[in-house]
């Protein structure tokens, strides 16, 4: 079973960036397709960007040109590179793979104040 931690997660105003990192343990990592998920307050958690085995990634239309994804084989992590942070990017991100399974992490809060 696949192992997921997040951090980096905090406070910031908008405007700001933050960069999210999630460790995963699984020996087959460089084989999986990853995904950053999101959920507000009351609100379904959405996939926000994926990346898949080979390096090609996807963006949901509020983060495009704003959240870059990556990821480092070497380190079994995947990075969520948020820039120009907005009030609406509030929520608990979490990583998993894409489409993900059941089995989630305990996420990381991001919080814009305006």
């Known amino acids: 079973q696949v192992q997921l931690v997040e951090s980096g997660g905090g406070l910031v105003q908008a405007g700001g960036s933050l960069r999210l990192s999630c460790a995963v343990s699984s020996s087959i990592f460089r084989l999986l397709a990853m995904g950053w998920y999101r959920q507000a307050p009351g609100k379904q958690r959405n996939l926000v960007a994926g990346?898949?085995?080979?390096?090609?990634?996807n963006y949901a239309d509020p983060v495009k040109d704003r959240y870059t994804i990556s990821r480092d084989n070497a380190k079994k992590t995947v990075y969520l590179q948020m820039n120009s942070l907005k009030p609406e990017d509030t929520a608990v991100y979490y990583c998993?793979?894409?489409?993900?399974?059941?089995?989630w992490g305990q996420g990381t809060q991001v919080t814009v104040s305006s």
């Open positions: 990346i898949r085995s080979s390096g090609p990634t």
């Open positions: 998993n793979k894409n489409p993900a399974s059941s089995s």
